[in-house]
């Protein structure tokens, strides 16, 4: 009867032991990056937007969507949003700088979802035809 109780704790320490852990690497796709200026505060922006995208795309639709502050020199004022499908680069959905703003979240689910789900409908949220 010990020997079972063992086997038992020997299996829950070995589920639970970091060294077995694997990560989900590569990452599966379509995952979404989002890049942001660290110093400008953006984080707060960038994880609205990313929980958004996730509760418009829920898996299995969007597989996972990366947050990344950045704080050089040369991403100073940065709020980019990459969309990485299978099988191709990384597409830039949004670029702070380019477009002259921050996305509107109605035009930056639109254009992702016409990458991942093109049939899919937004409801209200989705343009005219």
Known sequence: MMESKDKG???EDALLDPATFLPPSPLPAPTVTI???D???WLHRATWVST???LTFP???LKAVTVMPLSADDTAGRFRIWLNVEGGPPKLMWDRKVEGGFPELKVLKQ???DFIQPGMSLGHSDKKA
């Open 52 to 54: 958004e995208l996730l």
């Open 111 to 113: 254009r992702i979802r």
């Open 35 to 37: 890049e942001f200026c």
């Open 59 to 61: 898996p299995p639709t």
């Open 9 to 11: 704790e020997q299996r």
């Open 39 to 41: 110093r400008c505060r």
